[in-house]
């Protein structure tokens, strides 16, 4: 009778063990420092399915298992890191972004620009550029094609309340050999600039702002990645009403 109890009070408890367990198991752990190795307190930590804040140690969980991890504080460059496989942690030294940040003018010129009305991120364009428009519910699209050898790429500038989600698709990162990230700004507005070249030797690009707008490009060759950088390079941005942040 005693064995009998003691088998039905595992094969109630073992379940809920289990599911605490993989909920435990299930998460990443850092610390986040500055080059000095001081700890950094209050940067923002995220990936796919879960956020988290980095405490007086500069340590944080973030409860969930995702490939890609971002690490954003004001004053410091934006920083992306890769979990290796089988890893449950991911540490980061965050560093200054005076030397690197891309101080985007506001827009001057009426008329020199791509005019995207009640949206911040304006770029020149060539007026011999060809230009497909195409328009969801809530978000507009410009695809700009861009001709080597027989192949087309596209650069597409992407507007409208929720067109962006201020960053890169994870399998750009994934794919990456190579990675550079710098945090642009414009008076009360910021955002992202993120490029990379991907195993095949193609390139990728995103200029975005979080909500708003992105201009972005990915698995271009060399001639169109210098063609796409030339727009995206052109930025300038005239705040909404409101002047709303990105981040």
């Not at 973030?62 to 890191?81: A, C, I, N």
């Not at 700009?144 to 990162?173: D, T």
């Not at 710098?182 to 030797?201: C, H, M, N, P």
């Amino acid at each position: 009778m005693a064995y009998a109890v003691r088998q039905l009070i595992l094969a109630a408890v073992f379940p809920i063990v289990a599911f605490l367990s993989s909920n435990l198991l299930a998460q990443i752990e850092g610390r986040v420092t500055d080059a000095e190795g001081n700890p950094l307190v209050g940067v923002d930590v995220y990936g796919e399915r879960a956020a988290a804040e980095t405490d007086a140690e500069g340590k944080y969980t973030l409860k969930s298992m995702d490939e890609v991890v971002f690490f954003d504080s004001p004053g410091y460059q934006p920083l992306t890191r890769i979990r290796e496989k089988d890893s449950r942690t991911v540490d980061a030294t965050l560093t200054p972004e005076s030397d690197t940040t891309w101080i985007v003018p506001t827009c001057q010129t009426p008329g020199t620009v791509r005019e995207l009305v009640n949206y911040p991120m304006h770029f020149s364009i060539p007026r011999h550029q060809n230009i497909v428009s195409t328009f969801d519910v809530d978000y507009g699209r410009l695809i700009l094609p861009h001709k080597v050898g027989s192949k087309k790429f596209h650069l597409v500038i992407m507007y409208g309340p929720y067109a962006s989600n201020g960053r890169p698709w994870k399998e750009l990162y994934l794919d990456s050999v190579s990675l550079r990230e710098r945090r642009w700004k414009s008076g009360g507005l910021q955002g992202l600039d993120a490029r990379g070249v991907l195993r095949d030797g193609t390139q990728w690009r995103y200029v975005g702002i979080i909500l708003f707008e992105s201009g972005s490009y990915e698995r271009v060759p060399t001639a169109a990645a210098t063609a796409f950088d030339a727009i995206l390079d052109s930025m300038c941005v005239k705040p909404p009403k409101g002047d709303s942040k990105a981040q």
